[in-house]
Nanobody
Framework: QVQLVESGGGLVQPGGSLRLSCVASRSIFSSAFSINAMGWYRQAPGKERELVAVIMSGSRTNYGDSVKGRFTISRDNAKNTVYLQMNSLKPEDTAVYYC?????????WGQGTQVTVSP
């Protein structure tokens, strides 16, 4: 079973930046048996969970339309960590952000970290 621990959420003013981190208990992108895709999703009150960004083998990335050009997902294989750099934050980015990992036998979710964008 894979455990994911997120950190880096908090309160920030509109236009500000935050960097989220997600540390996995298993190696990432190192073999067919390691985690081969990691992503960030978010869920705002009263809304469905939505894709924010995902990074896959070969460093392929995909972003939700609402964050393209503002958010960047990256990884550090040596630290089993994926990051989400969030710039030019807007109030509508306020949500609980969840890390997700996909591996050969399943997938895992982190506990979530709250991001609040408010004056």
């Amino acid at each position: 079973q894979v455990q994911l621990v997120e950190s880096g959420g908090g309160l920030v003013q509109p236009g500000g930046s935050l960097r989220l981190s997600c540390v996995a208990s298993r190696s990432i992108f190192s073999s067919a048996f390691s985690i081969n895709a990691m992503g960030w999703y978010r869920q705002a009150p009263g809304k469905e969970r939505e894709l924010v960004a995902v990074i896959m083998s070969g460093s392929r990335t995909n972003y939700g339309d609402s964050v393209k050009g503002r958010f960047t997902i990256s990884r550090d294989n040596a630290k089993n960590t994926v990051y989400l750099q969030m710039n030019s934050l807007k109030p509508e980015d306020t949500a609980v952000y969840y890390c997700n990992a996909v591996y050969l036998s399943g997938n895992a979710w982190g506990q979530g970290t709250q991001v609040t964008v408010s004056p």
